[in-house]
């Protein structure tokens, strides 16, 4: 690299030049090292160690079997990579959409290699152990990962809980399967049927895809994208009344069902934490919906704490206003974005408080809003439940 390119678009001669090489820390100390492999600096060995030491019998050590090397190196990844992500608590929860699916694979992935080895004698919790390892040798630099060390844990119990009930029935499905598409002389499964295992049993299709190379087969995966387009396209269709950056109906209570999911975010945030995020909303003129991040049912008191918090927000007639700024200025002020989304290099801001230092609620948001939350009635939540793994729903409304 020999210019630097400032914000005019000038290229200004840089005073050294380089080579950038894009090695990497973790690549350039495996050299300094003389190591063949990243897996064997003193980075990872320890995360390593904990994944021999769950493994039956205790003869397997790293290095002595390809096959068996292969699935320790890929849990070792996927639970560092899981746990830096769960660390954040800002950071979505294992889901089905967006960052949260990619949290999924990890997590899953490392699940399936997990059992191949008999981590944990195919019992939820093989993971947990390899993720306090991780926390132990990043925790000097990364202090965060100790901090929220419970999250990681209990985010991790469950997802490998849940994954671990959706593998045998995938599983079982899978092996009913098999003698007849060993008969098919191409070695292809159907990507039909890999769709079926998914939309049914939850059996995600990179699993299929390994269990069928695992039998010499492969898995049409042009055929699986194709049922699985379709089905996004009837599950949009079936839900019109789902808005992403702005709102369908703009009358006058779904403008105020809107404002109301800024304040119940907000609130639900300063009685639970910061990890809460939303995950999807659903208004009409007569009620709400609103998914969050949140890994436990709440209690009585805190959703009496969260009701309070947004009628008294209601009750103090906050101003409700409107900036464009740059997202970095967005989060810099504040505001909340939603994690993983995808933004206008200009974004809406609104602002639910009485000045750009006191507020009660700031967002990236399409809106519409109501000026003022005086009129927006008492807010009562009616329900609260799971609406998926790591992820729960309130319904509410406005009296």
């Known amino acids: 690299m020999q210019y630097n390119k400032n914000a005019e678009g000038e290229y200004i001669p840089l005073a050294r030049k380089c080579v950038d090489t894009g090695m990497g820390i973790e690549r350039t100390i495996t050299i300094l090292n003389g190591q063949s492999s990243v897996y064997d600096t003193e980075i990872f060995r320890p995360v390593i160690e904990a994944i021999e030491q769950d493994i039956p019998g205790g003869a397997y050590r790293y290095g002595s079997d390809a096959e068996q090397d292969r699935s320790v190196r890929i849990i070792a990844d996927h639970v560092r990579s899981s746990t830096f992500i769960l660390g954040d608590p800002k950071a979505p929860s294992p889901s089905n959409v967006g960052a949260g699916y990619v949290l999924r694979r990890l997590i899953r992935r490392a699940v399936r290699h997990g059992r191949k080895l008999g ?39 469950g997802e490998e809980k849940k994954f671990l009930e959706t593998l045998q029935k995938g599983e079982h499905e899978f092996e009913k399967l098999l003698p007849n598409l060993l008969k098919d002389p191409r070695k292809i499964m159907s990507g039909r049927l890999a769709f079926k295992l998914y939309d049914t049993y939850g059996f995600p299709i990179e699993l299929s895809e390994e269990l ?18 379709k089905h996004q396209e009837l599950s949009r269709s079936q839900g019109g009344q789902v808005f992403k950056g702005g709102l369908g109906d703009q009358g006058e209570m779904a403008v105020k069902y809107h404002t109301a999911t800024h304040l119940l975010h907000r609130a639900l945030r300063m009685v639970l934490g910061d990890h809460v995020a939303q995950k999807g909303s659903n208004i009409t003129a007569e009620r709400m919906r609103f998914d969050f991040s ?23 007639d906050l101003p409700v206003t409107m900036t464009v700024m740059s997202l970095d200025e967005a989060t810099a002020s504040g505001a909340i974005a939603l994690f993983g989304e995808k933004y206008e290099s200009q974004v809406k801001v609104y602002t639910v408080g009485k000045s750009s230092e006191d507020f009660f609620s700031r967002e990236v948001c399409g809106g519409p809003h109501v000026e003022h939350t005086g009129g927006m009635g008492t807010f009562k939540i009616q329900k ?16």
């Open 294 to 316: 949140h890994p436990a049912p709440l209690s009585p008191d805190e959703l009496k704490k969260v009701e309070s918090l947004v009628n008294e927000a209601i009750k103090q």
């Open 119 to 157: 981590l944990g004698e195919g019992n939820a919790n093989m993971l947990s152990p390899i993720a306090r390892a991780v926390i132990e040798k990043f925790k000097g630099p990364y202090p965060e990962l100790k901090e929220n060390q419970a999250r990681v844990i209990e985010e991790l119990d």
């Open 384 to 399: 609260e439940q799971s609406s998926s793994a790591g992820v729960r729903r309130i319904r509410a409304v406005l009296e």
């Open 212 to 229: 069928a190379a695992e039998n010499g087969m492969k898995v049409n995966r042009g055929e699986f994208d194709e049922a699985f387009r």
